[in-house]
């Protein structure tokens, strides 16, 4: 029996530190480095100070060029060493500040993970999203800025007031005595600046949480209309926002404008004084110079003073706003580094359970069961009876109010996370789906269960993930194959990484179309560069390729110069054109009257919402010959001949002449294209691949004749079969687990985000499944599928534990829970509650 809950060394907590203690710690070598730089900075800035001075009085006064110019010298090095010190501070700030946001970030987002679930039902995401990347980035900024900074202001402000003393006493005490009231002013100013910062920053979190919520739920603002109550609310928030706001900067433009205002009252004591002792012989005109740049000088660090404690508050009360959201204890421990995590048997027991929400609602009562390895358990019952909650308790989701769950004997109370990842797998009704690529997904389970992750590997290079082979083996069982080998045959490849794949697809073609040529003929339309396709439109038949340039694709072919040019030197612009006016007419005459939604207007190059700009076009075109037809509607006319293709619309002939016109025109396509724009095309090139077509397109190369789903099966199962005996079945598959899945896995429906949350798990191959509601959004056919995989491959391997939705699929299981208000209120197999008549023959047949 694995031992006790174990206690890591004792380590003060992220949300516990104070912010002060992120300044040293490991940033303490870098610290030292500043104060010494600092001290050499703060020396070097002392001395054009005193070259001033000795210009005035001694160069200058006593006209020696010699000494003018030494005095110069040292003041440009003195400045120089100065700004060249000043940068190496900043960079050395920059860089600590960087690095310590860095470890807060890391080590608050490692909390957070930790935290319970309930924490994350009652926080909005943006208040989680709002703290980390906004609210903790100042103190992290200001961890690097504040100790050296204040280190070098205090030194500077010393320095400089030691010179002014120096330089006279008398003056200097009048001129520093401003400041014991500055002291005074700016910290009760600034408490009542901490206090509004506070509340700046509650209402800027309560912002962000209503912008989160407002954009996740824009489809029931749509559906409801309800644009005027989620302003009305936004609204409401802003504007106390803005008072707080309001309020905030009062205060911190009041210690601002304090501050300036007693700064540049001591230049009033020193012309005063000054001028009079200079007057008076008592103070060499050089002197007062010099300390008039001192006075000014010691201005600039005690505003970095100011700035510094205003910045260190604001930075403090964020830090702790934030580390206080934060601040829960953690209800399970992560990981015991000091162990391998616990492999348990699969024996389940629940004893006398209890669950109560912090409200004190109580979810569950007194459940009791036990599960032998390799049982199976369906929970069913009424919504709201306590089933997604009981399977959330037994995977450790939820900690429970009393009572005790057993896996194989061991308190799951006192088991760490990765206790539980290591023996149980969890899906849920609503998966979440990471950013990322199929492949990340599906090994996300195996990936966390490694005990060093290296995002560098995949699962070819890292032995302990599962291979291909495995993989694959759970695409076909969840009924997942289909979907990722579709993905794979829809990608493009890459010229310069798929060179190899490319000829050997390029063999695949030759083959598809020596084998199935006749058995698919009246199906697809394979590309020939002898022979006119008269399933594609005329644009296809005449470039015969596929775009490159983006002026060159079909929609922009009446716009582009170069192709209107070869249209006349082919003697194909007249031709087109007539063939053009011919289809108008008829169009506008048959379907002219029709509404938006009639059928006809599939079948036909003209979309119904221009028909009235055809309409006026076929008025303008009677009496008037083709060639005298103004530009732009030529233009139309060749648009709507470019779309013409022959099998589909009947509403005119294609005449012969014209058919062969185009093929002679598109050998000279080529030839000019290749000649003129070589990067423009793709050419349909048998021996070729192309690169701009999916992997689908390149091995079909040609055009289906008819779009129904039975049809494009049978060419689907030649293509693949091809795959299998080519041996690149594998390849295009590996290809489709690299597809993208979008945020929140938007690229996929519904079903195919839970078939993949069941791969992941599955794949894993855990001891105990627990499935919660985990098909709830697939088609009977998939549900059956997975019902049966259960059933199947995994009876009497793991314990599975399943909240099930639908009554006709729980037939099979070794028992059957059901419950009713958090209780379990009878418990057998199906066929013995069933003879029972109780609560399950209600559910599944109704009263009476």
Known sequence: MPEKRPTEPEQ???????????????????????????????????????????????????????????????????????????????????????????????????????????????????????????????????????????????????????????????????????????????????????????????????????????????????????????????????????????????????????????????????????????????????????????????????????????????????????????????????????????????????????????????????????????????????????????????????????????????????????????????????????????????????????????????????????????????????????????????????????????SRLVEVRSNFQEEFSEELADIVEFFDDNRYLHHSDVASNITFGTARDPAFLSENLTDNDYFLSFLDDADLTRPLMTLGAEMSRQIVNILGGLPADDVFFEQSPISHDRIKDYKLLVERMAGIRIHDMPKEDGRMLLETALRFIPARHKIVSFPQLLEDLILEGRALFKQRIHKDKPDAFSFYDISEYIYSQTILNNIFFGRSKTDKPRDQERVNKSIVRLLVEEDLLETILEIGSEFEVGDKGDNLSGGQKQKLAIARTLLKRPDILILDEATSALDNNSQARIQNLLETSWKGKSTIIAVVHRLDIIKNYDYIAVLKAGEIVEMGSYDELIKRKGMLYELEFGQG
């Not at 924490?119 to 609210?135: A, D, M, N, W, Y």
């Not at 509650?202 to 912002?207: G, S, Y």
């Not at 905030?248 to 404008?257: Q, R, S």
């Open 12 to 502: 003060i907590p992220v949300v516990k530190r104070p912010l002060l203690s992120w300044v040293f710690g490991e940033n303490l070598k870098f610290q030292i480095l500043l104060i010494l730089i600092i001290i050499v900075m703060v020396f070097v800035s002392i001395i054009p100070l005193e070259v001033q001075k000795r210009v005035v009085n001694e160069a200058i006064k006593m006209r020696r060029i010699d000494l003018l110019l030494t005095y110069c010298g040292v003041y440009l090095l003195a400045i120089v060493s100065a700004s060249v010190l000043q940068f190496t501070i900043n960079s050395l700030q920059v860089y600590i500040g960087q690095r310590t946001l860095s470890r807060m970030r890391k080590e608050l987002f490692d909390h957070i993970l930790s935290l319970p679930i309930n924490f994350f039902r009652k926080t909005q995401p943006g208040t989680v999203i709002s703290s980390l990347v906004t609210e903790i980035a100042t103190a992290g900024d200001n961890v690097g800025m504040i100790f050296a900074s204040t280190v070098r202001s205090v030194l500077t402000l010393v320095a400089f007031a030691a010179y002014l003393f120096y330089l006279h006493p008398m003056l200097a005490a009048v001129s520093m005595s401003i400041y014991p009231i500055i002291l005074i002013l700016v910290p009760r100013l600034q408490m009542r600046a901490n206090t509004a910062n506070r509340k700046r920053v509650d209402a800027t979190r309560t912002m962000s949480n209503k912008i989160g919520e407002s954009i996740s739920g824009i489809y029931e603002i749509h559906a409801s209309g309800a644009f005027n109550v989620e302003n009305h609310k936004f609204a409401g928030i802003v504007d106390r926002l803005f008072r707080i706001r309001i309020v905030w900067n009062l205060y911190k433009f009041a210690i601002k404008v304090t501050n300036n205002f007693f700064n540049n009252l001591s230049p009033f004591f020193i012309f005063l004084l000054g001028g009079y002792f200079v007057m008076n012989g008592r103070l060499e005109l050089g002197s007062l110079i010099a300390f008039l740049s001192a006075q000014k000088d010691i201005s600039d660090p005690w505003k970095e003073l100011i700035a510094n404690y205003q910045g260190f508050q604001d930075s403090t009360t964020r830090y702790k706003k934030t580390m206080q959201l934060f601040d829960i204890t953690q209800e399970h421990l992560v990981e015991d580094k000091t162990r391998e995590p616990h492999k348990l048997g699969a024996s389940v027991e629940v004893k006398d359970l209890t669950f109560k929400t912090e409200d004190g609602i109580k979810l569950l009562s007194g459940v009791n069961f036990k599960l032998k390895p390799g049982d199976q358990m369906a929970l069913v019952g009424f919504s709201g009876s306590g089933k997604s909650t009981l399977a959330q308790c037994i995977s450790q989701l939820y900690k429970y109010s009393s009572g005790q769950i057993l896996i194989d004997g061991n308190d799951i109370a006192e088991l760490t996370k990765k206790d539980m990842a290591a023996n149980i797998g969890f899906v849920p009704q609503a998966p979440f789906i990471f950013n990322g690529t199929i492949q990340e997904n599906i090994l996300y389970s195996c990936v966390a269960n490694l005990k060093e992750i290296d995002p560098d590997k995949g699962f070819e290079e890292n032995p302990d993930l599962p291979s291909l082979d495995d993989i694959i083996a759970i695409l076909h069982q969840t009924g997942l194959f289909v979907d990722v080998l579709r993905f794979g045959m829809n990608t493009m490849l890459d010229p310069e990484k798929d060179e190899e794949l490319a």
